[in-house]
Structures are given as C-alpha cells and as structure tokens.
C-alpha cells in the first residue's frame, strides 16, 4: 500500500470502532457488544478505510482486532444488514458485497502482522475476519461458525472458500462452508484455525504481547513475508522462487540486515527500525 496520501487527513474518531494506539500497536475494537459485535454497513466501511489509513502510516508495526463483552463477532447484523438487502437491487448488493471483500483484502494487504483475539462467538463475516488475519489467538470458549449456507447463500463469502482450504485443507474447509456447524476450540486449534490457544480469559493477553514482540521487530521484514505468502499462493514455484530472491536481494540492502550483523558481533540485541 502506498503511503502517499492526498489532502485527506487522518481520521480522528470512528463511530462503528474503538481504536488505541501504543508502542507501536494499533487495537481495534468491534464494539457492539449488546449485539455480540454484529457488523453493521458504517462497521464494514470503517474497518476498510481505517485498514487503509494504517497502512499508510510508519507508527503503527501490528495490529490487534478485538471483541468487546461475551464474543468476537457474530456476523452481519440481521436487522440492519439481511433485512436491508431484502429491498435492495443487484448493483447496490453487488457494492456492498465488494466492499465486504475490500475489507479482507485490506487485513490480507496491510503491510503490517494482524492479530485476532477470539473468544466466544466468531460467526459469519466474524469467523471470515479472524481467517483473514496473520495470527488467530483464541481461549477456550472460542468457536467458529461460518454460517452463510445457512442463510440461503454461498459459503464462498467474503473470499472464505479460497482462504480457509488454505488454512485447514479442502477437506476441512468443504465441511465447514457447507454445513455451517460450530467449530470449538479444541477442534479448531486441531485442523490448524488456530494459531495460540490460551487459557480462558487470558485471550487479550496474549493477542497483546504477540503485537508487542511483532511491534517490536525487523517490520520491513514482517511485511514482506506477509506480502509473499499472500502472493505466492497461487504462483508457480518458479514464479516464487524468483520473487524470492528478488525480495531477499532488496532486504539485504537495507538497514535492519546490517544492524542484524552488528549487533552479532557487539553481543548485544538488534535495534530494528524497520528499514
């Protein structure tokens, strides 16, 4: 993402989200817990252009994305957004599923590490949320659930049926997409949903010190890693090798790889600055 911008300046408050800065650190907050942090359109759109202004901006090296109260996310809210769509014309439900897209490809295209903190419900658009992102750190009351056959529709939404067999498998994912059951924890950290499993109540925790050590390291490196995992997952080996080594040249160029080397001779821990 580029990190030229227009006349445009940063946001200051977002009415769908909490956002806090520290050290680093960006924590992103759904917000609705009455509602067990059901996504409304004004959260959609929040989520893809806050992802885009972080992206542009060098303070911020991870990100945590959170539920307040008993869950993570329960999806899209029923009233404001299926009963919405009932009346709606295909061009205005295609702009809104383009721009449910548009925010997983912001969380899978930021240059910086994306943690999710799931505990309790994550469903629908909420389990798609934690796919999305680097890490998935969750408690034992997590369960994931993406419910979209259920409703009627493809379990393909919001670029789910190409992420999650490469998370879990075809196998794994044809089950999940096509019924629509719960999956709990223990199982989920199983097929590799999964990334940390915590003890209960300790999910915050966690997904936060995770930030801080990845806040707190080589960034430039981070992104790129990211970048190529996103980017080579289609490619040829070829293809990916290639891209590869031209990505390793460049870093070998930079001030973290000599800083790395420095700081093995001195004996002391490398100051990462991410360049």
């Not at 759109?45 to 008993?70: F, H, P, T």
């Not at 680097?134 to 493809?154: E, H, I, M, N, Q």
């Not at 995992?229 to 390793?248: C, F, I, Y």
Request: charged fraction near 25%.
């Amino acid at each position: 993402m580029s990190p030229f911008t227009g006349s445009a300046a940063r946001t200051p408050d977002w009415k769908h989200l909490r956002v806090e800065h520290a050290d680093g650190v960006a924590t992103v907050t759904l917000a609705r817990p009455e509602k067990l942090n059901a996504l409304t359109f004004g959260a959609y759109a929040d989520l893809r252009d806050l992802l885009a202004e972080l992206s542009r901006e060098k303070a911020v090296r991870a990100l945590v994305l959170a539920g307040e109260g008993r869950g993570f996310c329960s999806g899209g809210d029923v009233d404001e957004i299926i009963g919405a769509t009932l009346s709606m014309d295909t061009a205005q439900l295609l702009d809104f599923n383009r721009m449910t897209g548009q925010v997983v490809r912001a969380v899978r295209e930021c240059p910086f590490p994306v943690i999710a903190a799931v505990h309790g419900v994550a469903a629908g658009a909420g389990a798609v949320l934690a796919l999305a992102a680097d890490f998935r750190v969750a408690d034992p009351t997590a369960r994931f659930a993406f419910l979209f056959t259920r409703v009627g529709l493809s379990g393909g939404d919001m670029g789910a049926a190409y992420l999650l067999p490469r998370v879990v498998g075809l196998g794994h994912a044809t089950r999940l997409l096509m019924l629509g059951e719960p999956v709990r924890a223990p199982e989920a950290e199983r097929i590799g949903l999964i990334s940390e499993l915590t003890e209960e109540g300790r999910v915050d925790e966690a997904a936060g010190a995770l930030a801080r050590r990845l806040a707190e390291g080589p960034a430039l490196a981070y992104a790129q890693t990211k970048a190529l995992l996103t980017a080579e997952l289609d490619m040829p080996l070829a293809a990916a090798v290639e891209m590869d080594a031209s990505t390793q040249a460049l870093l070998m160029n930079g001030e973290d790889y000599a800083e790395f080397h420095a700081a093995f001779s001195e004996k002391r821990p490398p100051k990462w600055r991410g360049r």
